[in-house]
């Protein structure tokens, strides 16, 4: 059997290889490797590496590579602290490919230890763009690296053929987060309030804001003219996230707590599961913020996303989507559009541009296929052969 490595970084991530993980058990041709690392393993985070345990997974390894700082300083030392465990990791478990999702430095640094380590790689969810955030050019980097590409969208799929990616080696499957969608088991409401503490109230929104990393400072000025956009709101329940560990993420979780502490209506949740992040969205009216969630997910359990700011600048977008500058005032428009029976029945129409799911059975069949085929070595394809220089006769 091939041994497939599976590294996870993050809640958010998890939740979108929790199903293919699952196909990659369950196959006789494949056996399943996990690592964990990143704030699966930190308690400010919800050390969410029991949720990948709850699910049934064993982990191979662990990685620890956070520091307790969210400068630019200890996050680049982190990737440093990553790409060591990961070397320590990969050389104990030797894999025959390594899998990874996105764009996050905790990804790069596994990517990075799997190419000198001479381990192939499968890359899922590349050629997308997130241009408010450094985590685009990571991205691109772990394509860069992969030898094996699944992409979300047919968009995506010819921006790794533009990279230079081997076109035989790049296939469009559709966004996994559709998958959760399609297989997932909701909570019922008063599961779900028990769990929360947390009464949903006649509306409801889900508020996921992350650090935007290419504009330093800005970020919690941005999430202060979110909060003042939703101070006024009546009888409308507050679901906030924490942000992910990036920079400036720990002064937009004080402040969060700070906001939710003396409101009945407002609470900051430290780690949801897939199933209850996408449970708290069922039983909301849309998302507020700038998570992926609210342009991959919520469009195909008909939710409204009021996007602020620049973060997924780039990104496929549906008619679900309100893009919004990070202004209090337009953020209160951008809202009440969302509640608008104009926007109410345009969701009913909503088509999810990242497919109708089936993403993980399809990247488990080309895996089992390709995984004896595949080589380190790769070529740079030219989308047109470069012009050969003239001989000088001189």
């Given at each position: 059997?091939?041994?497939?490595?599976v590294?996870t970084?993050?809640?958010?991530e998890y939740?979108?290889l929790?199903?293919?993980?699952k196909?990659?058990?369950?196959s006789?041709?494949?056996?399943?490797?996990?690592?964990?690392?990143?704030?699966?393993?930190?308690?400010e985070?919800?050390?969410?590496?029991?949720?990948?345990?709850?699910?049934?997974?064993q982990?191979a390894?662990?990685v620890?590579?956070?520091?307790?700082?969210?400068?630019?300083?200890g996050?680049?030392?982190?990737?440093?602290?990553?790409?060591?465990g990961?070397?320590?990791?990969?050389?104990?478990?030797?894999?025959d490919?390594?899998?990874?999702?996105?764009?996050?430095y905790?990804i790069?640094?596994?990517?990075?230890?799997?190419?000198?380590?001479?381990i192939?790689?499968?890359?899922?969810?590349?050629?997308e763009?997130?241009?408010?955030?450094?985590?685009?050019?990571?991205?691109?980097?772990?394509?860069?690296?992969s030898?094996l590409?699944?992409?979300a969208?047919?968009?995506?799929r010819?921006?790794v053929?533009?990279?230079?990616?081997?076109?035989?080696?790049?296939?469009n499957v559709?966004?996994?987060?559709?998958?959760?969608?399609?297989?997932?088991?909701?909570?019922?409401?008063?599961?779900?309030?028990?769990?929360?503490?947390f009464?949903?109230q006649?509306?409801n929104?889900?508020?996921?804001?992350?650090p935007?990393t290419?504009?330093?400072?800005?970020?919690?000025n941005?999430?202060?003219?979110?909060?003042?956009?939703?101070?006024?709101l009546?009888?409308?329940?507050?679901?906030?996230?924490?942000?992910?560990?990036d920079?400036?993420?720990?002064e937009?979780?004080?402040?969060?707590?700070?906001?939710?502490?003396?409101?009945?209506?407002?609470?900051l949740?430290?780690s949801?599961?897939?199933q209850?992040?996408?449970?708290c969205?069922r039983?909301s009216?849309?998302?507020?913020?700038?998570s992926?969630?609210?342009?991959?997910?919520?469009?195909?359990?008909?939710k409204?996303t009021?996007?602020?700011?620049?973060?997924?600048?780039?990104?496929?977008?549906?008619?679900?989507?309100?893009d919004?500058?990070?202004d209090?005032?337009?953020?209160?428009r951008s809202?009440?559009?969302?509640?608008?029976p104009?926007?109410r029945?345009?969701?009913e129409?909503?088509i999810?541009?990242?497919?109708?799911?089936?993403?993980?059975?399809?990247?488990v069949g080309?895996?089992?296929?390709?995984i004896?085929?595949?080589?380190?070595?790769?070529?740079?394809?030219?989308?047109?052969?470069?012009v050969?220089?003239r001989?000088n006769?001189c």
């Amino acid at each position: 059997m091939s041994l497939i490595c599976v590294v996870t970084g993050s809640r958010s991530e998890y939740g979108l290889l929790r199903w293919l993980m699952k196909g990659i058990s369950q196959s006789t041709k494949l056996k399943l490797q996990v690592i964990a690392t990143g704030s699966h393993l930190s308690p400010e985070f919800g050390n969410t590496k029991a949720i990948i345990e709850e699910d049934g997974f064993q982990l191979a390894s662990k990685v620890e590579m956070l520091l307790s700082s969210d400068t630019a300083v200890g996050v680049t030392k982190s990737v440093g602290l990553g790409v060591i465990g990961f070397a320590d990791a990969l050389f104990s478990l030797k894999p025959d490919l390594v899998v990874v999702l996105g764009d996050r430095y905790e990804i790069l640094a596994a990517a990075v230890a799997a190419t000198i380590a001479r381990i192939p790689i499968a890359h899922l969810h590349g050629g997308e763009k997130t241009e408010g955030a450094y985590d685009d050019v990571i991205r691109h980097s772990i394509t860069k690296m992969s030898h094996l590409h699944f992409v979300a969208a047919e968009e995506y799929r010819e921006r790794v053929v533009q990279l230079g990616e081997d076109p035989r080696y790049i296939y469009n499957v559709g966004g996994l987060g559709v998958d959760c969608i399609k297989r997932i088991k909701f909570l019922k409401k008063q599961h779900l309030e028990k769990l929360l503490k947390f009464n949903f109230q006649r509306r409801n929104l889900l508020i996921t804001f992350h650090p935007v990393t290419l504009e330093p400072e800005l970020s919690l000025n941005h999430f202060k003219e979110i909060l003042a956009a939703l101070t006024p709101l009546k009888n409308t329940g507050l679901l906030f996230t924490i942000p992910n560990a990036d920079n400036e993420s720990r002064e937009l979780i004080r402040t969060a707590q700070k906001f939710c502490a003396h409101r009945s209506n407002a609470t900051l949740i430290k780690s949801l599961s897939q199933q209850q992040y996408l449970s708290c969205l069922r039983f909301s009216d849309g998302i507020l913020g700038n998570s992926s969630s609210g342009i991959i997910e919520a469009p195909s359990l008909r939710k409204g996303t009021v996007n602020i700011g620049t973060r997924q600048d780039g990104r496929l977008r549906a008619t679900s989507v309100i893009d919004c500058v990070p202004d209090r005032k337009a953020i209160a428009r951008s809202i009440s559009e969302l509640y608008s029976p104009v926007f109410r029945k345009k969701l009913e129409e909503t088509i999810n541009p990242y497919g109708e799911g089936g993403a993980s059975e399809k990247i488990v069949g080309i895996i089992e296929e390709q995984i004896n085929t595949l080589t380190i070595k790769k070529k740079f394809i030219d989308l047109d052969p470069p012009v050969k220089r003239r001989k000088n006769n001189c």
